[in-house]
DNA sequence: TGTACATCAGTGAACGCGCGTTCACTGATGTAC
DNA sequence: TGTACATCAGTGAACGCGCGTTCACTGATGTAC
């Protein structure tokens, strides 16, 4: 049976060849569904996501999106997944482009609130209201978001390193239980920095967090005027307290 | 006509006393709907909201509904007046109870995230992600809106002429845009605080806001470990920044 | 006080709509030898 | 290379559900004199 292993070889070659082009094709859709669900809540809010909707606008039938996603939750889970993965994405993008970890640093916070803007369905998503039915697989999610969180406490420790940033004293007077609860977070992957390192990328993080979701929402700019300015004015008290020069 | 004019007079009390009845009932059935469409929203998320699911759990029809609020979107817009004045309402009750300025705005801050707390729907009403097909009433919910933030303007105001709080020279570097706006803002009734005021309360509620939706998504508790000690440890920075003193 | 009338809360049926999901199917494309 | 077979995308009908809103109505309560 000689003959019989070679033409298994070629058999094999044609398989992967034309399952790929399928494969190819498949995931094309796939993102065309994902882009218009996003199309869709950009309009009417993430709420507003319907597989029958999208299906419409795609010129199919609604059960034909089953070959794609099982169900509705699990395309929800997929854009999610993929929203996290975009904000890292463009933040470590941010990171790369220069050398000095605080002027870094600084991209990645301008990177951070400008995909935000950008993308304010995707934010919505990932940092907003919950969809009414809908549970998210926290042990996918919460590893998702970490991506973001680490490349800003990266960037910290580099700066710490260099000498750049220096914690004031206040940071003696963290709470203890969340002194410890950093301090054990910090052996985990991803996370090798002190607890005073975690606690300022929290702090970073919840501020940016603020104004962005205050700014989404049109909350902000009544009471500011120049929301820009004002960002930009928040970070760089931020930075001036780490002792970090601002960009 | 002598008698007439005596019989209208008794009349019209007895009008008043019967219509006020009704009227009091009227209320109070109102009451019910809008509690009950709160627990539906606990439940399910702010966008679940059904008229019939209300009507179902009161153990009436649809359309008696109708008696109350003209449609669903009236509904919601009082719900969402409703949480904007009880949010006020729990700062101002916040910031009558002691005497120094600092103290109190220290309370009014508390006072703040423990209500967002309490009231996880009304605050996600109010901050969050718009609801699907509603679209508030702007002119009514930012002065609804304003009212929690002029609480805090005007504590910071006390503090400021009392010499308590001593604004670092860093107001000095405000963006122009932003200055302008505030000194414009500052003559409307309710504002009448300098720019750096204005700045510090915008900066001192964006601060708290993202620390509370993060907290109320359970995005942050995964990175502090100890919400509720971060908070005061940030807002105890914030204050010391101030120059004020920490109660 | 009694009586005709007006007001009001609430009903039940209906309209027209949209939803997620299932199922048996068709027809095209790829696979096996 | 030709042919039988398997895989896969997509259809169309259906299930059972829920939604906001309208309409003509009933029956209780309040009003007017």
Redesign the pocket.
Request: glycine content about 0%.
């Given at each position: 049976m000689e003959w019989r292993k070679q033409?298994d070889f070629v058999?094999r070659w044609?398989?992967m060849a034309?399952?790929a082009?399928?494969e190819r094709y498949?995931e094309t859709?796939k993102d065309e569904i994902k882009a218009i669900a996003r199309q869709h809540m950009a309009a009417e809010g993430t709420a507003a996501?319907?597989?029958?909707?999208i299906a419409r606008d795609m010129e199919?039938?609604?059960?034909?999106l089953?070959?794609y996603f099982p169900?509705?939750?699990e395309l929800i889970t997929a854009l999610i997944l993929e929203a996290f993965n975009a904000l890292a994405d463009a933040m470590e993008s941010a990171a790369a482009q220069r050398t000095d970890a605080a002027v870094r640093l600084w991209d990645v916070i301008m990177a951070y609130r400008q995909w935000a803007l950008e993308h304010p369905i995707d934010f919505q998503l990932i940092y907003g209201n919950p969809i009414p039915g809908y549970h998210a697989p926290s042990e996918l999610t919460v590893r998702a978001a970490a991506r973001a969180f680490i490349v800003v406490v990266n960037l910290l420790s580099e700066a710490l390193a260099a000498g750049a940033l220096k914690p004031s004293p206040e940071y003696e007077t963290m709470p203890a239980a969340m002194h410890g609860y950093l301090a054990q977070l910090s052996q985990q992957d991803g996370y090798d920095a002190p607890p005073v390192i975690l606690c300022i990328a929290a702090q970073g993080w919840s501020r940016m967090h603020g104004i962005i979701m205050l700014e989404l929402f049109e909350h902000l700019a009544p009471v500011v005027g120049d929301v820009d300015g004002f960002f930009r004015f928040e970070m760089s008290s931020l930075f001036r307290s780490m002792g970090l020069t601002i960009p």
């Open positions: 033409t058999y044609e398989i034309s399952s082009r399928r498949r859709t996501l319907s597989l029958r909707a199919m039938t609604a059960p034909a089953y070959r169900s509705r939750d």
